[in-house]
């Protein structure tokens, strides 16, 4: 077979230049094997959308950062192509919500036997995400922590970085559009994903959302407005109470978010540009994953 792997060096505690020697060993007997080390993130999108379809399956290794910039470039061709995914990043949200293998021996020893599920992507505007898009407090620290300081605090680090940001934070007026049915209020957080994990804080009930049936979770998470509405917020978000009147939550296919000026998103941890109208749709079991 030809084998494509991509890794980031760079993600996380740099653990991917630790893993390569060690997948290289197991994926490359009687198979062709091609690695591309990232360097840029439009680099990698054009990369991938150019090479994808040219091998059997690709492997990515790095955080989720990596993966979303393949994905992309998947998107652009449409590429149905298998990928597995081996995390070396920070957080990991992608790989938790699904139960991968994380042990890269296992876990190449596993793509060699094709085994495919196949997920719904979001779709927003003009790009794609894997598993969040988010906005609002919280949402910078993903892109604007040092890269030193999640080397070595790994998913402390981001919820560092979120904690210190709530004192200055400023609510966000939102209206949502979610398949038909809108919200409109001023939001502290944003969040449009396809995961049971987001942040290593919050976390869903696989009983109640699945990753490939056509949607996408909404929540929306309003402003308090002293310390303790603070701390009964951070205490619905973390035992995933929907009903106490701090979290607005919806699922849908089609999502429209609008805002008076032009506020900042992140797609999959990484900065996804400044946005007054983010049109989000489910792209269904878009991509083919290595399990």
């Given at each position: ?14 653990r991917?230049a630790d ?5 290289k060993?197991v994926?490359k ?16 999108i054009?990369?991938?959308a ?8 690709v492997?990515v290794v790095?955080?989720d950062?990596?993966l979303s910039e ?8 449409g590429s ?6 081996i ?6 949200d992608f ?5 991968l293998e ?14 495919i ?5 979001g779709c ?5 995400f894997?598993y969040v898009a988010?906005?609002g407090?919280f ?5 604007a922590?040092p890269?030193?300081?999640k ?21 966000i007026?939102?209206?949502?559009e979610?398949?038909?049915k809108?919200?409109?209020?001023d939001y ?11 942040g ?18 909404v929540?929306?998470?309003?402003e308090p ?5 603070l ?6 978000i973390?035992y ?6 701090y979290?607005?939550f919806?699922?849908?296919s ?7 000026k032009k ?7 990484e ?7 983010a ?11 290595l399990?």
């Amino acid at each position: 077979m030809k084998i494509l792997i991509i890794a980031n060096l760079k993600s996380g505690k740099g653990r991917a230049a630790d893993l390569l020697p060690a997948i290289k060993q197991v994926l490359k007997p009687d198979n062709e094997l091609k690695i591309y080390l990232t360097a840029e993130k439009q680099k990698t999108i054009s990369f991938a959308a150019a090479n994808a379809d040219n091998f059997d399956f690709v492997v990515v290794v790095g955080g989720d950062g990596t993966l979303s910039e393949v994905i992309n470039g998947f998107a652009v061709k449409g590429s149905k192509t298998p990928l597995g995914y081996i995390p070396a990043g920070s957080t990991n949200d992608f790989a938790s919500s699904l139960g991968l293998e994380k042990d890269p021996i296992a876990a190449s020893g596993n793509f060699l036997k094709m085994r495919i599920k196949s997920i719904d992507i979001g779709c927003f505007n003009s790009a794609c995400f894997t598993y969040v898009a988010a906005a609002g407090v919280f949402s910078k620290t993903s892109y604007a922590t040092p890269q030193e300081l999640k080397k070595r605090l790994g998913k402390f680090a981001y919820m560092l970085g979120g904690v210190t940001s709530i004192p200055t934070a400023r609510p966000i007026h939102l209206r949502a559009e979610v398949d038909g049915k809108t919200f409109e209020d001023d939001y502290f957080l944003a969040l449009v994903s396809n995961s049971y994990c987001i942040g290593g804080m919050l976390k869903y009930d696989k009983n109640l959302i699945s990753l490939d049936d056509g949607k996408l979770e909404v929540m929306l998470v309003k402003e308090p407005e002293n310390a303790n509405e603070l701390g009964s917020l951070l205490k619905d978000i973390l035992y995933r109470n929907f009903d106490g009147g701090y979290i607005d939550f919806a699922s849908g296919s089609n999502i429209v978010i609008t805002s008076p000026k032009k506020i900042a998103w992140s797609l999959d941890g990484e900065f996804g540009g400044e946005h007054d109208r983010a049109e989000i749709k489910v792209c269904p079991k878009a991509l083919n994953l290595l399990v």
